[in-house]
């Protein structure tokens, strides 16, 4: 089997899991926390699929999330720095998406973006440095892998705070 195969397949099952976490829910429900302070099933998946759009930078391009016009659909502008990280409980409740197809809008222009790139990626392109920032410095085949992780695991929160409703 082939690096980007392995790939595709492991970012291939996240649409599916997206989609399971939110279909059929009303933007109270995806706006809903299921104690103060803590995350909604909107914002969750708002906050993954940034994550997974920052794989615009290794690519060289821009984020989705500021060149679509997808910030109106979550109540938001377009701050490319805003991606969740140190969000409070109130930044929290700013994520509120307008409905389901909000989201899977988004998500699926990320998804289908950066499928499309992984196809053509070799082995030795994951071995490229895309952030100096570390001790080691981070590779691309590292990168995805932690992109992966996170959004497995807010896609995983965001299906249990459904099963809380």
Known sequence: ?????????????????VEGAIEGLTPEQLRWAPAEGANTIGWLVWHLTRIYDYVADAMGEKHLWVTGDFAAGFGLTP???????????????????????????????????????????????????????????????????????????????AAYLRGLL
């Open 1 to 17: 089997m082939r690096v980007d195969d392995v790939l595709l397949d492991a970012f291939g099952r996240l649409p599916e899991l």
């Open 79 to 157: 701050d490319p720095d805003n991606m969740g990280y140190g969000h409070t409980p109130a930044d929290v409740l700013t994520v509120r998406p307008r409905d389901t197809q909000a989201v899977r809008d988004y998500f699926t222009a990320v998804h289908e973006r950066n499928v499309g790139w992984i196809r053509g990626l070799s082995e030795s392109d994951l071995d490229r440095v895309v952030d100096t920032n570390w001790d080691p410095h981070v590779t691309l085949g590292v990168r995805l892998v932690s992109i992966l992780g996170d959004c497995t695991q807010h896609v995983g929160q």
